[in-house]
């Protein structure tokens, strides 16, 4: 197995997830047979080769810096139950 | 009425109105509610949009698609309905804009009936991982409808609406059509906008439609595609004309014929029905040519380094803070994003941003995440110069038919060999479709895959279209006692 439950835990931990002791078991487990499938890219001679991140090799679209969208905070308060005199609203979990 | 040309037609010259369809539609939608193909359905607004397209066909204003009841993936915001992505996470997420995509088929009269069930956040091949619970196959009510589109492609299988929109990432419009004996698009990434499709994996993720046949595509996209400021990855050209252009003949069409697309893993029926469809092209005057795409073993792994990866950070947004579920059990920062997250994502989401955060991480970054992208730019030069010497690439849309319901195997990789076939497309940024050939046990209905240059909807769709001239698969259906 790649993976231990320690090395997931840490994982979690940077994804913001949390899961139990047994579960968290299997889910190395299964995160292993991923990685594990991966690996074979590994093999494959890459020398000279610049990655792909886009398949269009597009660049950045500019637009001029000006202001496009009107004040829509009347419409999205309405989605929404957390809106105080246009202050959006969060639950105080910010420690002391 | 078989088609979407024969209903457009029919409305035109009052043989029917948008009401009369609309209702007839809605009759069906709740005659079979138990397909589970919908999220969210809203018949009052449907059926207000309808009067409106009437009283446009009467004084002669109808645009392509006017009076047409269609269905959104839940993954396309939209203002009247919630928009869930399929998961707990934004089950009660209400857009505060539409897609650009939702706007353009809006715009030339469609009527949204309503928002079709998904894998979570368009990860799975099942249709299984839905918050919603899992969508039927109409050929056969005990199997999965494929995804991560299943409810869209289950939708038009069963005639429940005129056709419907979908997402494909790495195979969520084709392997879904494929399985429910219907016809469905990718297009090329950049001609259909992405601005408010929730996002997976931004660099592969493309809508199109689902739909009966090529020539109902071809009207589809045609009104769905085009260029969007608000899409930073659009691309800037004029959309062609589509529905006109599917009238070329197939003499002298180059069509390869990878020998990976046909290995011991495909199923020998599916396997038959492909190579009796090479026959047809062969008789229409197409030139089959045989080719190696000797990177193929790489397509699924490289896909899954890179959609994990990029999963991983767009769902990043999701912190119980902004938008979406939020937790009631916590006391600091850390703990309420954590436990948000944690209680509203379902286990594949969580495995994806699981592998996608391990990729990413420190020391691994390079060994998987920046080699599965040169490997990407490998694939895509391998097909490209395979598509300078043939005009199209054939071959099954999936190595198998539609499995039961809950038999998804334990092991994740087997369920993701789903896509063995269609993640390419994606990861070169390639148009494909997907259409009917056949039936395994002559009930499961089989899909045939036609991939191209990017820019060549209108030369796949115009071969498929040739081919749906000279068979009938396309205009099959299910059998409405079993449904």
């Given at each position: 197995?790649?993976l231990?439950?320690?090395?997931?835990?840490?994982?979690a931990q940077?994804?913001?997830?949390?899961?139990?002791p047994d579960?968290?078991?299997?889910?190395?487990?299964?995160?292993?047979s991923?990685?594990?499938?991966v690996?074979q890219?590994?093999?494959?001679?890459?020398t000279?080769v610049?990655?792909l991140f886009?398949?269009?090799?597009?660049?950045?679209?500019?637009?001029?810096?000006?202001v496009?969208?009107?004040d829509?905070?009347a419409?999205?308060?309405?989605?929404?139950?957390?809106?105080?005199e246009?202050?959006?609203i969060?639950?105080?979990?910010?420690e002391? | 009425?078989?088609?979407?040309?024969?209903?457009?037609?029919a409305?035109?010259?009052?043989?029917?109105?948008?009401?009369?369809?609309?209702?007839?539609?809605i009759?069906?939608?709740?005659?079979?509610?138990h397909?589970?193909?919908?999220?969210?359905?809203d018949?009052?607004?449907?059926?207000q949009q309808a009067?409106?397209?009437?009283?446009?066909i009467?004084n002669n204003?109808?645009k392509?698609?006017?009076?047409?009841?269609i269905?959104?993936?839940?993954?396309?915001?939209?203002?009247?309905l919630?928009?869930?992505?399929?998961?707990?996470?934004?089950?009660?997420?209400?857009?505060?804009?539409?897609?650009?995509?939702?706007?353009?088929?809006?715009?030339?009269?469609?009527?949204?009936l309503?928002k079709?069930?998904?894998?979570e956040?368009?990860?799975g091949?099942?249709?299984?991982n839905?918050y919603f619970g899992?969508?039927?196959?109409p050929?056969?009510?005990?199997?999965?409808?494929g995804?991560?589109s299943?409810?869209?492609?289950a939708?038009?299988?069963?005639?429940l609406?005129?056709?419907a929109?979908?997402?494909d990432t790495?195979g969520?419009?084709?392997?879904?059509?494929?399985?429910?004996?219907?016809s469905?698009?990718?297009?090329t990434?950049g001609l259909a906008?992405?601005?408010?499709?929730?996002?997976?994996?931004?660099?592969?993720d493309?809508?199109g439609?689902?739909?009966h046949s090529?020539?109902?595509?071809?009207?589809?996209?045609?009104?769905?595609?085009?260029?969007?400021a608000?899409?930073?990855?659009?691309?800037?050209?004029?959309?062609?004309?589509?529905?006109?252009?599917?009238?070329?003949s197939?003499?002298?069409?180059?069509i390869?014929l990878?020998?990976c697309?046909?290995?011991?893993?495909?199923?020998?029926?599916?396997?038959?029905?492909i190579?009796?469809?090479?026959?047809?092209?062969?008789?229409?005057?197409?030139?089959?040519?045989?080719?190696?795409l000797?990177l193929?073993?790489?397509?699924?792994p490289?896909y899954?380094?890179?959609?994990?990866?990029?999963?991983?950070?767009?769902?990043?947004?999701?912190?119980?803070?902004?938008?979406g579920?939020?937790?009631s059990?916590?006391?600091s920062?850390?703990?309420?994003?954590?436990?948000?997250?944690?209680e509203?994502?379902?286990?594949e989401v969580?495995?994806?941003?699981?592998t996608?955060?391990?990729v990413?991480?420190?020391?691994?970054?390079?060994?998987?995440y920046l080699?599965?992208?040169?490997?990407?730019?490998?694939?895509?030069?391998?097909?490209?110069?395979?598509?300078?010497?043939?005009?199209?690439?054939?071959?099954?849309?999936?190595?198998?038919?539609a499995f039961?319901?809950?038999?998804?195997p334990?092991?994740?990789?087997?369920?993701y060999?789903?896509?063995?076939?269609t993640?390419?497309?994606?990861?070169?940024?390639?148009?494909a479709?997907?259409?009917?050939a056949g039936?395994?046990?002559?009930?499961?209905?089989?899909?045939?895959?036609l991939?191209?240059?990017?820019?060549?909807?209108?030369q796949?769709?115009?071969?498929?279209?040739q081919?749906?001239?000279?068979?009938?698969?396309h205009?099959a259906?299910?059998?409405?006692?079993?449904?």
């Amino acid at each position: 197995m790649t993976l231990s439950v320690s090395d997931l835990q840490h994982i979690a931990q940077l994804a913001y997830l949390e899961s139990t002791p047994d579960k968290m078991t299997k889910l190395a487990d299964e995160v292993s047979s991923i990685i594990d499938f991966v690996q074979q890219l590994q093999q494959t001679d890459t020398t000279n080769v610049a990655p792909l991140f886009h398949p269009m090799d597009l660049h950045q679209r500019l637009r001029p810096d000006v202001v496009t969208e009107e004040d829509c905070l009347a419409e999205l308060a309405e989605l929404t139950g957390f809106v105080d005199e246009r202050l959006y609203i969060v639950p105080k979990v910010i420690e002391e | 009425m078989n088609s979407l040309r024969s209903m457009l037609d029919a409305l035109l010259q009052k043989q029917i109105s948008s009401v009369e369809l609309t209702n007839h539609y809605i009759n069906r939608l709740e005659k079979y509610a138990h397909l589970n193909a919908f999220i969210s359905i809203d018949t009052e607004h449907a059926l207000q949009q309808a009067k409106i397209a009437d009283q446009l066909i009467h004084n002669n204003q109808a645009k392509a698609l006017t009076g047409i009841p269609i269905a959104h993936k839940d993954i396309f915001c939209t203002k009247n309905l919630r928009t869930t992505c399929g998961s707990k996470m934004l089950a009660d997420f209400q857009a505060p804009y539409q897609a650009t995509i939702v706007n353009n088929l809006a715009e030339q009269g469609a009527i949204t009936l309503g928002k079709t069930n998904m894998d979570e956040f368009a990860m799975g091949s099942a249709n299984e991982n839905s918050y919603f619970g899992a969508v039927q196959n109409p050929w056969d009510t005990n199997r999965v409808p494929g995804g991560s589109s299943g409810g869209s492609a289950a939708a038009v299988a069963a005639d429940l609406v005129a056709f419907a929109t979908g997402s494909d990432t790495g195979g969520s419009i084709r392997q879904p059509a494929a399985f429910c004996g219907v016809s469905g698009i990718k297009p090329t990434y950049g001609l259909a906008s992405r601005f408010g499709m929730v996002a997976f994996a931004s660099s592969l993720d493309q809508a199109g439609p689902i739909a009966h046949s090529a020539e109902d595509l071809a009207i589809i996209l045609q009104a769905m595609a085009g260029f969007d400021a608000n899409d930073s990855t659009s691309i800037d050209q004029k959309v062609p004309d589509y529905p006109n252009l599917l009238k070329g003949s197939l003499k002298g069409l180059r069509i390869g014929l990878p020998s990976c697309f046909f290995q011991k893993e495909v199923n020998s029926a599916v396997q038959k029905a492909i190579h009796e469809a090479v026959k047809v092209f062969e008789q229409a005057g197409a030139v089959i040519i045989e080719m190696d795409l000797t990177l193929q073993p790489l397509w699924v792994p490289c896909y899954y380094v890179i959609a994990c990866a990029e999963a991983s950070s767009n769902l990043s947004r999701y912190d119980g803070l902004r938008f979406g579920y939020r937790s009631s059990k916590a006391s600091s920062i850390k703990e309420l994003i954590t436990a948000s997250r944690t209680e509203a994502f379902g286990e594949e989401v969580k495995r994806r941003i699981l592998t996608g955060t391990y990729v990413l991480s420190s020391g691994y970054f390079d060994a998987y995440y920046l080699q599965a992208l040169k490997i990407r730019r490998q694939i895509q030069q391998e097909l490209l110069e395979n598509l300078n010497k043939v005009d199209v690439i054939l071959g099954p849309t999936t190595p198998d038919c539609a499995f039961p319901i809950g038999n998804c195997p334990a092991d994740p990789v087997q369920s993701y060999l789903a896509d063995v076939f269609t993640v390419a497309a994606n990861l070169a940024g390639l148009p494909a479709l997907s259409i009917p050939a056949g039936f395994k046990e002559g009930k499961l209905p089989i899909g045939m895959q036609l991939m191209g240059k990017p820019f060549s909807e209108a030369q796949l769709l115009n071969a498929a279209h040739q081919y749906q001239q000279m068979t009938d698969w396309h205009l099959a259906r299910p059998d409405e006692d079993k449904l």
